[in-house]
């Protein structure tokens, strides 16, 4: 049980489009999410924090209208990478929590190339 | 602030134990996660502790020590593929996972 899927697991995209990039629990109703960014050799950088139903609250350095975050529904939410430029290439990896536990499961990671 | 603290790389070899120490400083305490991230992959769940002593789940054990802000993860046995990076996170007051940088653990035969 506690499954996380992400969707897509890669995509290159051209400067300056935005890439929206999906992450669902499949076997438990996530009352929270939250986007991890990811750079090479480096840890975990929490970008935010998401409840179903509600706004997304930032980390500091986040650009919110950067990157857009919908939580819509327990078992689905999305992150948008606007108007993407090569700084933004990095491993994004999303993870949720069933309320009832503290324990995040992590889905598999897309990797956003900006070329 | 808070802050978490744990060795950047260690090497131990084949069949060996491994004992990955971390320290953190948190608003407040609500356990302490490891988690295994193989290069390229998401975390996966190793260990959650919320209480003090030993928690031993199969060739692995974590420990916690709330009054001196410690855990470590003990690796016994140790195989070739548990040659990852090893990430120590505290959960704060707030239910928010503060993140260590991760500890390299690179396997020798």
């Known amino acids: 049980g506690a499954v996380v899927s992400q969707h897509p697991s890669w995509v290159i995209c051209k400067s300056g489009t935005s890439v929206k990039i999906e992450c669902r629990s499949l076997?438990?109703?996530?009352?929270?999410m939250f986007w991890y960014r990811q750079f090479p050799k480096q840890s975990l950088m929490l970008m935010a924090t998401?409840?179903?139903?509600?706004?997304?609250?930032?980390e500091q350095g986040v650009e919110k209208d950067k990157f857009l975050i919908n939580h819509a529904s327990l078992t689905l939410s999305t992150l948008t990478v606007t108007s993407a430029h090569p700084e933004d290439s990095s491993f994004y990896i999303c993870?949720?929590?069933?309320?009832?536990?503290?324990?995040?499961?992590f889905g598999p990671g897309t990797r956003l190339t900006v070329t | 602030g808070q802050n978490i603290d744990q060795p950047t790389e260690m090497t131990a070899t084949e069949g060996a134990i491994v004992q990955i120490n971390c320290t953190y400083q948190?608003?407040?305490?609500?356990?302490l996660f490891w988690y295994q991230q193989h290069a390229g992959e998401a975390p996966t769940f190793l260990s959650y502790?919320?209480l003090d002593g030993l928690e031993e789940k199969g060739r692995f054990s974590s420990f916690l020590s709330r009054s001196k802000g410690y855990s470590y993860l003990l690796l016994k046995e140790l195989q070739m593929k548990d040659s990852a990076s090893y990430l120590c996170?505290?959960?704060?007051?707030?239910?928010?996972?503060?993140w260590g940088a991760g500890t390299k653990l690179i396997i020798k035969p």
């Open positions: 993870s949720a929590r069933d309320g009832h536990f503290y324990e995040q499961y």
């Open positions: 076997d438990f109703q996530a009352t929270t």
């Open positions: 998401s409840n179903e139903g509600s706004k997304a609250t930032y």
């Open positions: 948190t608003s407040g305490f609500n356990g």
């Open positions: 502790n919320v």
């Open positions: 996170a505290a959960m704060d007051s707030n239910y928010q996972l503060i």
